[in-house]
């Protein structure tokens, strides 16, 4: 019993990180069509900016709780500069290429990105444990969590929702469902889609900006955590189904809680639990669990 | 007259929408057919059942005394039912000649032969005594995509013309084209499948198409066969004025008698 | 025979005189020769897919597969060459047959991320396998060839001469095989899979067996790395930044020749090898900036360019 609550309740945390990282890619993906694997530099930018604005803001002698809107700012000042830079310095010109293509071309940004990174902050690791050692830990069943961790499920409900809403109930969400539904048509329609897809990709960088941002506390920043998430995110896209916001909570939650139940239960198949998942989903469902089927008229 | 294909009781259910309904067709060695109907009556779904597109909820489907039904369309194909399509299906980027090559090859090649070279010099030769058949030949080294959409349509039909077959239906061969080209087209059409002795089955929106080159006509509405009798007395059919060919064709009788000569004609034909 | 195959013949001289340079090329040639031989067969395996339609991100599961099966022989006491080779060949091309019943359901996108999603199954069971060496892999001794064991450095020549007659009949195979109905079916798929079901055939069973190819080919890449740089290990042979690489190598080779593979892996080589050398704190900007000047400039690859010098001559 006691060991199924911690399953649970790391996979909840465990789920809301990936579900933060994965719906940036989702949404980007679910608008523009493109799968970005830029999206792990985001995080990985985010993560360091955060490390990075946390050590300096506690190095002032402000209030100690207001360290965590230099996370906030953190995601998004990665967010909105390398959205804007790379839609507009990079990919409106491969619009018209083949999707294999603007992966390729987004995984190359992601090499240059990677060694920008390294020449910023350099090899050594990062740590900005203030903010979790603030908010102190609790215990649930015997066991100590710390509550930092747990507000990771907040953010991703609050961001979730946040979306989720934002889609259906504004003006802005309707022009980008109508986007999404057909991109022709909306243009035909006097959508203007060069703005719905900047818009889109610099909403998607900050989410994944704020990903990084947020975990950064809990963890120790160092290269190479761009790849690791990369790799996660798009296996959570793909079995939710990509493009779909319901479908990365669903994914993001299968995933999360099968890991955890893995790393409690039978730790060494920790690691590919995740790809089987991937593997099985796919094949039982090849569009992932959430998206629409799409049938071809002759 | 030998009976080629016959189609009894089929059903096709999409969820709550009924898309075909009870229906009972036999079609005869050598028929040309008419299928008429207004949009979403259930011609192509018809089309797509027989062809082995789409799988028919229930019923019988049985081709030359087999029973077909759920075989997918390559095993269809290669019993001996071909088509064509509404939106040509052609390999766009590709010369029309490689397009025909390729259909060639596909329906020759089986076994170890899909190891032997694409190329073969008979093979050309054959590519474009088709060519010639359909009268694209000037059209011979353009690229698919860059054909005039008649030239388009004739390709569709000659690639799927290419492995002989016993019954080739056509879906709206000639929808798109502008009114002075079409009955050029359906003449190219109708003398090369004459020559092979194909029975055809086509969806045709122009009453005037249907009347000069076609027999019998089975008329759709919603889902059923509402008419299936020879040309002359279904276009007359009052059903089918109403639900089929509607109020914009104002026809007296004597117009659609001189129908009636016309479609002897096509008889004739086949 | 009146019909002259330009490409055979290119290969063929490629493969005389690459035979002859073998005896004076400097060792780092020839390590880097090798490499690009390996990678290039992987490329190859790729462009097989790519003439289809479909792109892998996880090719470096039959690269992985080819290089672990020959080196885990080399555990259990075998080490000709020609046996660890066959064997890591066969291991990837069985692999990939068994996916393929899967993986030939797939396309576009799905296809390739299906196909990484395996990769990374294959990463993580090598990673958390301890008898594997997991994250830092085992060596591999030098092999024999048919009895015959080099030493010094006739090592790395014979490896070098096998390498190259192997690949040489590889590359004309898959040639030869890309001009037949069934190779040629590619062109089909890709453009039109309803019109080739009712033609009468399977378009996946044209995948299928381009499948089972690049999979052969990728696992025989496979197993030359292994053997030409004797060390497998899972970050540099199953990683998913491994089948990226092997992308980058189609793109930047085309697909427009079967040679054109080897020149584009050893342009990556060769950009890698020296980046890694002089700017390693940058090799893989550089890396991805050249990958980016390709898809912006070159986008039909290093092939274009060749192609497009023949014709300003002819």
Not at chain 1, 88 to 96: A, D, E, K, P, S
Request: charged residues 15%; glycine residues 10%; negative net charge.
């Amino acid at each position: 019993m006691q060991e199924l609550i911690v399953i649970l309740v790391d996979g909840l945390v465990f789920s809301s990180y990936l579900f933060m990282v994965a719906v940036g890619l989702t949404v980007i993906f679910g608008v523009m069509k493109i799968l970005n694997v830029t999206h792990g530099s985001f995080y990985a930018f985010g993560a360091y900016m955060s490390a990075t604005l946390i050590g300096a803001y506690y190095s002032t002698d402000w209030p100690e709780f207001g360290g965590f809107l230099a996370i906030f700012a953190a995601a998004l000042v990665v967010g909105v500069f390398f959205g804007i830079v790379l839609e507009r310095g990079l990919l409106r010109f491969l619009y018209h290429r083949d999707e294999h293509i603007i992966v390729l071309a987004t995984f190359a940004m992601f090499l240059v990105l990677e060694d920008v990174l390294l020449i910023i902050w350099g090899t050594d690791p990062y740590f900005a444990f203030e903010p979790m050692t603030l908010l102190g830990s609790v215990d649930i069943v015997e066991m100590t969590f710390d509550v930092y961790s747990l507000t990771l499920i907040c953010l991703a409900v609050v961001v979730g929702l946040g979306l989720w809403l934002g889609l259906t109930k504004t003006k802005w969400g309707k022009l980008l469902l109508a986007v999404i539904f057909d991109r022709e048509v909306s243009q035909a329609m006097g959508i203007n889609v060069t703005v719905v897809f900047t818009v889109t990709f610099v909403i998607g960088a900050i989410m994944g900006a704020l990903g990084g941002a947020y975990i950064a506390p809990t963890i120790s920043v160092n290269p190479g955590i761009g790849v690791e998430v990369i790799v996660l995110a798009f296996a959570v896209v793909v079995i939710g189904g990509m493009g779909s916001i319901p479908g990365a909570m669903i994914g993001a939650l299968l995933v999360g809680i099968s890991r955890a139940a893995a790393v409690h239960k039978f730790p060494e198949i920790e690691l590919f639990v995740i790809y089987a998942i991937m593997a099985v989903v796919l094949s039982i469902r090849p569009e992932g669990l959430f998206a629409p089927a799409q049938a071809r008229k002759i | 007259m030998t009976v080629v294909l016959e189609v009894r009781d089929l059903q096709k259910t999409f969820g709550a929408v009924v898309a075909a309904k009870d229906i009972n067709v036999t079609v005869n060695e050598h028929e040309i057919i008419g299928i008429i109907g207004a949009n979403g009556a259930g011609k192509t779904t018809f089309v797509n059942m027989v062809t082995g597109y789409l799988k028919p909820t229930s019923g019988h489907i049985e081709f030359a005394g087999r029973n077909i039904m759920g075989l997918p369309p390559r095993d269809i194909t290669n019993l001996g039912i071909s088509r064509s399509f509404q939106v040509p299906q052609v390999f766009t980027s590709e010369s029309v000649f490689d397009n025909l090559q390729m259909a060639y090859a596909i329906t020759e090649a089986s076994g170890m032969g899909l190891l032997s070279p694409l190329y073969n010099d008979e093979r050309a030769a054959r590519v474009d005594s088709h060519l010639k058949r359909y009268q694209i030949a000037e059209y011979r080294n353009a690229t698919a995509s860059t054909l005039p959409q008649g030239v388009r349509k004739l390709l569709d039909i000659a690639m799927a013309a290419v492995s002989n077959p016993t019954i080739l239906m056509l879906d709206e061969p000639t929808s798109g084209i502008s009114v002075e080209e079409k009955f050029g087209l359906m003449d190219i059409i109708m003398e090369a499948l004459r020559q092979d002795e194909t029975t055809v089955l086509f969806i045709e929106h122009d009453m005037e198409i249907v009347e000069r080159y076609v027999s019998r006509v089975l008329a759709f509405y919603q889902g059923e066969i509402i008419c299936d009798a020879p040309t002359a007395e279904a276009l007359v059919d009052s059903g089918v004025r109403e639900f089929v060919i509607g109020e914009e064709y104002h026809r007296t009788r004597t117009e659609a008698a001189n129908g009636q000569s016309n479609g002897q004609e096509g008889d004739d034909n086949a | 025979m009146r019909y002259v195959d330009k490409t055979v013949v290119g290969l063929s001289i490629a493969f005389v005189v690459l035979l002859f340079a073998d005896f004076f090329m400097a060792e780092w040639m020839r390590f880097i020769g090798l490499q690009s031989l390996a990678r290039g067969a992987v490329a190859l395996g790729l462009l097989v897919l790519w003439r289809t339609g479909l792109v892998s991100f996880g090719h470096a599961l039959y690269f992985g597969i080819g290089a672990y099966a020959a080196a885990m022989l080399t555990l259990v006491g075998y080490h000709d060459a020609f046996f660890l080779v066959l064997a890591g060949t066969l291991a990837s091309g069985l692999l990939a047959f068994l996916l393929g019943f899967l993986l030939r359901r797939y396309r576009a996108i799905f296809f390739a991320l299906l196909n990484m999603a395996f990769s990374m199954i294959l990463y993580g069971v090598i990673v958390k396998t301890e008898e594997l060496g997991s994250t830092d892999g085992f060596s591999v001794l030098t092999p024999t060839f048919l009895g015959y064991a080099p030493q010094g450095e006739a090592v790395q020549t014979t490896l070098f001469l096998f390498t190259l007659v192997f690949t040489y009949i590889v590359t004309v195979g898959v040639h030869l095989y890309l001009k037949t109905t069934l190779g040629g079916m590619s062109m089909a798929v890709r453009e039109n899979e309803i019109r080739v079901e009712y033609l009468g055939y399977s378009a996946e069973k044209v995948i299928h067996v381009k499948y089972v190819f690049s999979g052969l080919v990728a696992g025989f890449g496979g197993a030359i790395m292994a053997l030409a740089i004797g060390q497998v290990d899972p970050d540099s042979m199953a990683n998913w930044n491994v089948s990226g690489e092997f992308v980058f190598i189609t793109i930047l080779s085309g697909i427009g020749n079967v040679g054109a593979t080897y020149i584009g892996a050893l342009v990556f080589e060769l950009i890698r090898t020296y980046a890694f050398e002089y700017a390693p704190q940058v090799w893989q900007f550089i890396l991805g900036g050249s990958l980016l000047a390709i898809i912006m400039f070159l986008p039909d690859g290093i092939w274009s360019l060749i192609d497009r010098l023949r014709k300003s001559e002819g």
